[in-house]
């Protein structure tokens, strides 16, 4: 074919045609035979690019979107299909080079560098190109959403509000703005407010992938029981549906079926792992030590952190090389120098995107790589997925299945996953011995404050729960009303988690007939003090269909008996498991029933309280669920087997 424009012109009519009808393979056959005729056609690259993208094939969108760059550098559009083309491969770096060679000095590149900057970690830098942009155009919508991004990664949350508000102001129309207004107030814990602005999106575009799992999760959080019952019939159909992008740990606060939840989370990956290629097989290695490498973002004062100090430090330098992965903040605490301490070697990945990470795991030639996220917060999937090592393992961080992502095993127990789960686990199940939740027995415990100090009455029993609010559900909450009704002087001892969840829990008991002062809302205090406090409760009542799991440990270990009802699932189950190695049956109740009679019998028996007490004392001196150096001697030998049995 020669180049004369009129077959030219003819064919990319006959393109568009087909693919504003969905017929991408039609349209891309005719962008081809124009691009045989003249391979620098800008809107043949183009529009092809936009085939591409449209079909999940990001790599080949931005190869093609790259060349209608070079012919055409300034067009907008194309540079926000390519960057979106190179987000989607998890390429943003290379996008980025891009971008700055081009030293485009147009609003969108700019704003293109903006979102680029800050998915690669760098909100500062994208905040300095925004000003530059706004500095220009100061109405310019994308560069006011994407500084507001920007300003909340850095934690300024009041700022990027701000800036949502100016950007709603030029496209009050665009539901993004109200979805991301909604996250800016979860980070405020206006969970009320949340679900205004996830509604409002909904309303402007009821096919938003997002706002559905967004007002799933803040009327959670917000304890708002009767929006959540609403949203939870819901859930079937559109978890079947497989459009939205429902958030896993979300879910979990709903006790749905480990099918359901499967499936959720399986969809969820589809979205968040778009066209990440594996690297060649890791090369296998059977000498030297073992590389182990622990990836988190929660290598600061978390849970996390608090929990597996201990391990880290005890791991055999004789067998094993550890290795941190770490993108969370550095926030100059004891455990975060405590943990940089414990490593063999300490990386802050918080600059790199998923793929470099994952090549310096390669770099490191990491043996086994154990993720300890999950799908919690910060989690960062892609890294893995891309499969950096011979053996990936996910452990403690997120009770449920990570779903097809390049995960092999989940270690766990018999008591919190049995083998009947296997079947709805992308991930082969593997226990470990005794429970599988480690435990730091080095902390100290200070003496416990007296009662008044604490907030609570002198006399009468003290339940306690220390459970984020989001676990408390409306049939928990009913049995410890009907608790504190039976039980004359008792009260409540409650976390005080966020202001809506107050007003709402407050709201319940006087609606349950239960004045509401015998709620006790405990302030958020440093971790010493919050173990000390718990000497002044009696006992400690566990949620379902979530139930603690640090917080067992933290109560178990401060001398404070649990009381759990064995859950249906791996995230109600972990209580149980703490029990069970600790040889405390008795207060694992296998129906609501039996945990509402138990829970009775040890306000009204003050005697049966104090034969569980020291019965808890003496099995936690005796037992090994509190030995970091024992936990991590069992949790190499099931790295060992494992690696000794490594494609098998």
């Not at 507001?148 to 508000?165: F, H, R």
């Not at 003496?447 to 009468?460: C, I, N, Q, V």
């Not at 019998?601 to 669920?625: F, M, P, T």
């Amino acid at each position: 074919m020669d180049k004369n424009p009129g077959p030219i012109r003819a064919l990319l009519e006959e393109g568009l045609a087909h693919q504003r009808a969905g017929r991408l393979e039609d349209a891309l056959d005719r962008y081809a035979r124009v691009l045989a005729a003249d391979p620098r056609n800008f809107p043949a690259l183009h529009f092809a690019g936009l085939a591409r993208l449209r079909q999940g094939a990001s790599d080949q969108a931005a190869s093609l979107l790259t060349a209608a760059l070079s012919v055409n550098p300034g067009d907008a559009d194309t540079l926000d299909f390519y960057c979106l083309a190179m987000r989607q491969s998890g390429r943003q770096a290379e996008a980025l080079a891009l971008l700055e060679r081009l030293a485009a000095a147009d609003c969108g590149a700019l704003n293109q560098r903006i979102l680029l900057l800050r998915e690669l970690g760098h909100p500062a830098e994208a905040v300095a190109i925004a000003d530059r942009l706004l500095a220009q155009e100061p109405a310019h919508a994308g560069g006011l959403y994407n500084r507001a991004l920007a300003y909340q990664a850095m934690g300024q949350t009041d700022w990027a509000l701000a800036d949502v508000e100016s950007a709603l102001v030029q496209k009050p129309e665009l539901a993004e703005l109200y979805y991301t207004r909604a996250l800016l107030l979860e980070d405020r814990k206006d969970f009320a407010g949340a679900l205004e602005n996830y509604i409002a999106a909904l309303a402007r575009d009821p096919a938003h992938r997002h706002a559905f799992g967004g007002a799933a999760n803040a009327v959670l959080r917000a304890c708002d029981w009767a929006a959540m019952a609403r949203l939870a019939k819901e859930l079937p159909a559109r978890i079947a549906a497989g459009r939205d992008v429902l958030p896993p740990f979300t879910l979990l606060g709903y006790g749905i079926g480990d099918a359901e939840q499967s499936r959720a989370t399986q969809t969820y990956l589809r979205h968040i792992l778009r066209d990440v290629a594996p690297l060649t097989p890791a090369p296998l290695r059977d000498q030297g030590k073992l590389r182990l490498a622990y990836l988190s973002a929660d290598f600061h004062a978390h849970a996390t952190a608090w929990l597996t100090a201990g391990v880290f430090e005890a791991h055999d330098r004789n067998d094993f090389e550890i290795t941190a992965i770490s993108w969370g903040p550095d926030d100059g605490s004891a455990i975060r120098a405590r943990l940089k301490a414990a490593f063999d070697h300490f990386h802050d990945v918080a600059g790199m995107d998923d793929a470099a990470v994952a090549r310096l795991l390669r770099d490191l030639k990491i043996d086994i790589a154990i993720d300890l996220k999950g799908h919690t917060r910060d989690s960062r999937p892609g890294i893995l997925a891309r499969r950096p090592a011979a053996l990936q393992l996910t452990w403690l961080g997120y009770p449920a299945t990570i779903g097809d992502c390049g995960i092999d095993a989940v270690l766990a127990d018999d008591v919190v996953l049995p083998l009947a789960a296997q079947p709805h686990y992308a991930e082969r199940i593997v226990h470990l011995s005794g429970c599988y939740q480690s435990n730091d027995g080095a902390r100290v415990v200070p003496p416990r404050p007296s009662r008044l100090a604490a907030g609570l009455p002198e006399k009468g029993f003290v339940f306690c729960c220390f459970n984020a609010s989001w676990k408390i559900t409306e049939p928990m909450f009913t049995i410890w009303m009907r608790l504190l009704q039976q039980v004359e002087g008792s009260v409540l001892w409650l976390l005080d988690d966020n202001a809506s969840a107050k007003a709402n829990l407050t709201a319940a008991a006087q609606k349950l007939g239960v004045n509401p002062t015998r709620l006790i809302f405990a302030p958020h205090v440093a971790v010493d003090a919050h173990l000390a406090r718990h000497g002044c409760a009696d006992l400690f009542l566990d949620t379902q269909p979530y139930g603690a799991h640090t917080g067992a440990g933290d109560a178990l270990w401060a001398g404070l008996p649990v009381l759990t009802q064995r859950g249906t699932n791996f995230a109600g189950r972990v209580a149980a498991s703490l029990l069970t190695a600790l040889n405390l049956p008795e207060l694992i109740a296998e129906s609501a029933e039996a945990y509402a009679g138990a829970a009775l019998r040890l306000a009204n028996d003050r005697q049966a309280l104090e034969e569980v007490q020291s019965k808890l004392a003496a099995s936690r001196a005796n037992s090994s669920l509190f030995d970091a150096t024992d936990f991590a001697r069992k949790l190499e030998r099931a790295y060992r087997e494992l690696w000794r049995r490594r494609g098998g």
